[in-house]
């Protein structure tokens, strides 16, 4: 058991710090949360500036702890978040990595890692939640296209987005995990009607993506027809690994910043409070260690993350709500008061057990694929 | 970064598991928790003789040279089976008190306002003066309570060994409440095929996986922000997972045949030693006042 870094990884770690610490004052000002154009801009001419360093394809051909090393950096040097990239950089470009042809490899990878395409996922339907397959938007051959038409919810960026990662239903008459296929669809096609999706923190962080009669061409199709579930199943893996590692860095400062108000408006005085909060930085810290052993154990395995990943998100979503919680508790009356930025993150943090399988299907899983329990409903 | 068991940390964790399988198997507990708490001698020395005691001694005095994390492996061990006696303090007074490397000498301490086995030990560190037994909870654990206690800065390594005996009841109590919920039918199925027992099982596991993490790195680091951070951690996976697995059991859990209430009683007993919970929430708490969060 070694948490200190090998040579090499100290070597990466180093010229990455010199690097943020040269590039972030040179940044632009940050876009406004509803600014869309503006944030597109920013997301991309950050991810421009990791390629030209030679950073761009770290999420998905690094290792697992160089790919750490990089979260935690980012993080705690408060660079800027992957954002508009996210969907391109962590979905779809590893999945068309590991699935696509040479020709779809070269079309669509170097875009995304020059930050010039953003990529959007429509996968969850109204009726398709956490079980997935049962989407039904459908998808009829017809010459060199398919013809789409249907509908998808909680789809990030499409306002802005170049491409989607879209799964369509192709054989309606086969089990319904063997008649899915993975399409690339350009989200500038006649038939495509977006919609924002307004959430409870008020703002348009997703939206409705309405299908008509799309045409996409069948050179789009990654993996073969009626593949699609398993395609799928190679991109969400991606998901469960490090995807939170960077959060989990930036919830300890949070922590550190809560204590700070605490001292200011005198909470910290109550017992009570200040034993929670020391209760959650054994928390917080024990959710890095548990990254750190994750991603020890996906490197040891040739980078596959494990079913580990459900044991992490479970418990870091439910720490997560609980630390605005314990915000509200520093706060007072003005955590009712949105302009404090812990109000609208303690709502954010209100999808983190519902978000990417909900913690009742987490629980499921862990149950049934590690612990091998019967399978029941 | 390797953070994960080198193969010779898996050799010893396997080794010291069949050990313990040939010394103390599920029958010989159920047989200690029936008659007056005494202490296997020749376990002991058993123990002794696999390094258990002298596990972090250096070579040259007669030890085995290894380091923490080694000894948390085996003191998890020795936590999954519910192992009798002052493991921790006698694994502690290697090559202080002659004999305690060995395990021809049990030694115990006095932690807090209690002391364990001072009846049956050969040595007791710290002040036992005017020691009274106390009817214990745990059949496995004889308890005196020492008047005024000490007052004493807990030994770091010692919260971090009962820690790791704690992540080691949390594992196994996972594992009998799985056991049990594959077996068990009731309305024609295995009650583990019901989400509302399968879910108490899945969350036994996520809380052992985030104690085992936190205990192992506390280990690595030997920071005591990070061991007060395992205490907690691993104190919750014990406790909880015992209680669950408890549930689990239905009225079986409620019986003295039954091993379950052993695990719990054990786990609240090692709760209580080598300072509160409240002191390792207020040191974590502390830390984060002072910027080393």
């Not at chain 1, 990595?97 to 990529?119: C, F, H, K, N, S």
């Not at chain 1, 996922?121 to 459908?138: N, V, W």
Request: proline letters at 6%; a negative charge; glycine letters at 10%.
């Amino acid at each position: 058991m070694d948490l200190s870094d090998t040579p090499e990884e100290e070597e990466f770690r180093a010229r990455l710090r010199e690097w943020l610490a040269k590039t972030l004052p040179g940044l632009p000002p940050e876009p406004s949360p509803d600014d869309w154009p503006g944030r597109r801009a920013y997301d991309l001419g950050w991810q421009r500036r990791l390629h030209d360093a030679g950073y761009a394809d770290v999420h998905w051909d690094a290792s697992p702890t160089t790919r750490l090393i990089f979260l935690e950096e980012t993080e705690q040097a408060g660079a800027p978040y992957v954002g508009a990239g996210f969907v391109g950089l962590l979905h779809a470009g590893p999945t068309i990595a590991a699935e696509g042809t040479d020709e779809q490899r070269a079309r669509w990878l170097p875009p995304i890692l020059r930050g010039e395409e953003v990529w959007c996922q429509g996968f969850s339907e109204p009726d398709a939640g956490s079980d997935l397959a049962a989407l039904r938007t459908r998808a009829r051959r017809d010459g060199d296209d398919y013809v789409v038409t249907g509908s998808k919810i909680w789809t990030s960026h499409a306002e802005v987005a170049d491409w989607c990662e879209l799964l369509v239903r192709t054989d309606p008459e086969a089990p319904r995990h063997r008649g899915i296929t993975w399409l690339a669809l350009p989200m500038d096609a006649p038939g495509i009607t977006v919609r924002p999706l307004r959430t409870l923190a008020g703002s348009a962080e997703f939206a409705e993506v309405f299908l008509d009669e799309v045409r996409v061409p069948v050179a789009n199709r990654v993996g073969d027809e009626n593949d699609g579930w398993r395609v799928t199943m190679v991109t969400l893996s991606f998901e469960r690994g490090t995807a939170f590692a960077g959060e989990v860095v930036a919830c300890r400062r949070v922590l550190g910043e809560l204590a700070v108000e605490a001292r200011e408006n005198g909470r910290w005085d109550d017992p009570v409070l200040r034993r929670r909060l020391g209760r959650l930085n054994a928390e917080f810290r024990a959710l890095w260690r548990l990254t750190q052993w994750n991603v020890s154990a996906a490197q040891a395995s040739g980078g596959v993350p494990g079913v580990g990943g459900s044991v992490f998100k479970l418990r870091y979503s439910h720490a997560r709500q609980e630390l605005y919680d314990a915000a509200a508790e520093v706060l007072g009356a003005d955590c009712l008061d949105l302009d404090r930025p812990w109000t609208l993150d303690r709502l954010s943090s209100l999808s983190y057990t519902i978000a990417a399988g909900t913690s009742q299907i987490q629980h499921s899983i862990i149950a049934e694929r590690i612990l091998g329990l019967p399978k029941g409903r | 970064m390797r953070f994960r068991l080198t193969d010779d940390q898996r050799a010893l964790r396997d080794g010291m598991r069949q050990l313990l399988a040939r010394h103390f198997d599920g029958a010989a507990l159920r047989a200690a928790a029936e008659g007056p708490a005494r202490l296997d001698r020749e376990l002991w020395r058993a123990l002794g003789d696999a390094g258990f005691f002298a596990l972090r001694l250096p070579e040259a005095e007669g030890g085995v040279g290894l380091g923490l994390p080694e000894a948390v492996l085996v003191f998890e061990e020795a936590g999954r089976v519910l192992l009798p006696g002052p493991l921790a303090a006698t694994h502690l007074a290697a090559g202080a008190v002659p004999g305690a490397a060995t395990g021809e000498t049990v030694v115990t301490a006095v932690d807090g306002g209690l002391v364990e086995w001072p009846a049956q030990a050969d040595v007791v560190r710290g002040d036992a003066t005017g020691a009274v037994p106390m009817r214990s909870l745990d059949p496995l654990t004889p308890l005196h309570r020492v008047p005024g206690g000490t007052a004493a800065q807990p030994d770091p390594v010692a919260v971090l060994l009962t820690a790791a005996e704690q992540l080691g009841t949390a594992a196994r109590v996972c594992e009998l409440a799985v056991q049990h919920a594959r077996a068990r039918e009731q309305f024609g199925r295995p009650v583990g095929s019901f989400q509302a027992v399968a879910h108490l099982c899945a969350g036994m596991l996520v809380r052992s996986e985030t104690a085992r993490a936190a205990v192992y790195a506390a280990a690595v680091t030997a920071d005591p922000v990070d061991i007060a951070a395992a205490r907690l951690l691993a104190d919750e996976a014990a406790v909880r997972g015992a209680r669950d697995c408890l549930q689990v059991h239905g009225g079986m859990g409620f019986t003295w045949e039954s091993e379950v209430h052993l695990h719990l009683k054990r786990a609240w007993v090692r709760t209580q030693r080598a300072g509160g919970i409240t002191e390792s929430e207020e040191a974590l708490a502390a830390a984060l006042a002072t910027g080393a969060a």
